[in-house]
């Protein structure tokens, strides 16, 4: 399963180019995992990360800027995910253009981390349930 | 008539003290101005920025900050007008908490602008009469 | 006294008109009032935030956007105060361009906060001392 | 021969968890390539685009986020190239710790562009000349 998410490119996104600055990238993905955890998974980043004192930092990111994607333009997100660890996660997330064709393509690792003492904890068998319906 | 828009606080928005940075704000009235542009007015900025070659650039801006915003809330933006000038337009943007008491008001001017010349240009007919209706 | 620091406007400030994306001006406001904390002050954010527990959100800014300016200027920003309170500060900060003529001039308020409680507290004595040596 | 640069953590930089929100290293990174190319390369972003009509977009990054780091702390970054292609350019980007520990790791391809038809262009010979002594 795909989890799919519009994401509609701003003003604030784009650069003297008039297409999108390649770090917005980054915090329209970490917007998508935010949608996804809350209504994918049903576990809000408002209530991992101030309740739990959980978080869920990036360790690496791959990512390939194909074609360039100008203001106004409506991607499609489509997140699933490569492997699920004992403490990490393998998110896969595409942008395609209203044309079809792929934008940008990403793949990263997370790790469930304690925010307080910093070291990385299991995901929660309950998590790791519903993360399971995204694996490829 | 009020423009009224749901507004997520997202993670990254979010300053070392979990709350939103106020810098911020300004992105998401710029988000919300582009909205109501293409639902309110009709006028997208990609239309305006891309093919018009116009910009609404701001040319003054007065904002409080009442109370803190936590991550994962969901504001309600208020967008209504106190005036429009000939080049120019007043905007006020107002942000209320789940619990209805108000977080942000800010007043706004800005301009349309010939984005090649840099020079003020009258509102359009055809957009002030649509302005009209978000006029106080 | 004025307080007086470069800033070298950079790619990410930009917008697609090739001029900085005004709420980018909010975040070097940011950055400045950092610095002179630091350097005029004694007293770094990573100290207040960290090790103190103190904050010093805006509560109100006020900001003129006089003139556009683009991509790889260095301005000139001089931050002084307009006025101490109790527990607030008004600081104002202009920049002017390569040319010495003023793109942008804020006014804003500031309140020293125990991050915990989220209360206003007193400007310690000390702090107070310094920061008259920059008040008009 | 690396192109060193110190980079200070800002309160714009941190999240929730009081570190570095990872996109904004990113931002981080144009800064550095933005002054590799003016100090280093002696051909500044602002003659590149505005005068040249050129871009250095970046097509692929790969970057792993080994430590975090946190406000005020101030990282030295560490640009070197790996391979100096046709019209591409294979950039490394280290950033370590006050305490020489490596926080941050990235690889990424730039191309330079012609940004009026967003074709990939050769390097000028000058330009590659300068770039020869960065390269590993």
């Known amino acids: 399963m795909l989890f799919v998410l519009p ?13 999108v600055f390649y770090p ?22 408002r209530e991992m990360h101030m309740h739990l004192g959980y978080g869920l930092p990036v360790v690496n990111v791959e990512c390939s800027f ?3 994607t100008e203001l106004g333009e ?6 699933s995910l490569n492997r699920i660890g004992n403490t990490s996660l393998h998110v896969e997330i595409n942008l395609f253009g209203p044309d079809n064709v792929q934008r940008v393509g990403a793949k990263m690792v997370l790790v469930l981390m304690d925010m307080k003492t910093r070291k990385a904890i299991p995901l929660p068998q309950s998590l790791r349930q519903k ?5 490829k």
Chains 1, 2, 3, 4 share one sequence.
Request: proline residues 4%.
């Open 7 to 19: 994401v509609q490119i701003r003003f604030a996104h784009c650069d003297p180019a008039g297409i």
């Open 24 to 45: 917005r990238y980054f915090e329209m993905f970490n917007t998508i995992i935010e949608d996804w955890c809350e209504h994918g998974l049903g576990s809000s980043f």
């Open 66 to 68: 194909l074609k360039p």
């Open 74 to 79: 409506i991607l499609s997100a489509q997140l």
């Open 131 to 135: 993360m399971l319906q995204y694996l």
